[in-house]
Nanobody
């Protein structure tokens, strides 16, 4: 059973930065992708970024490319989402997920509790 513990959400002005963290249970992530998703009020949950734990391959949604960076600390079993140049439309609840990979298909198996990110204009 994978446990995901998130932190780092908060309130920031447009153009500012935040860094989200997601700590995962150890020795269970080597074959998984660790992804960030977000859900704004009235909208569906959407993919933001993903990193393969073992190899560090990354993927980003078009809306955040060039602004967000996903990374991992193997020693800390933690994945990070560095968010720069934040926009009001980035306001959402951000969720960490552990995703099982089958070829090019990723299926979230575990979710964190979510952390609120609010970007003021």
């Amino acid at each position: 059973q994978v446990q995901l513990v998130e932190s780092g959400g908060g309130l920031v002005q447009a153009g500012g930065s935040l860094r989200l963290s997601c700590a995962a249970s150890p020795r269970t992530l080597s074959t998984y992708g660790l992804g960030w998703f977000r859900q704004a009020p009235g909208k569906e949950r959407e993919f933001v970024a993903r990193i393969m734990w073992a190899f560090g391959d990354t993927d980003y949604a078009d809306s955040v490319k060039g602004r967000f960076t996903i990374s991992r600390s193997i020693a800390k079993n933690t994945v990070y989402l560095q968010m720069n140049s934040l926009k009001p439309e980035d306001t959402a609840v951000y969720y960490c997920a552990a995703e099982r990979r089958a070829g090019s298909v990723f299926t979230p198996d575990y979710w964190g509790q979510g952390t609120q990110v609010t970007v003021s204009s």
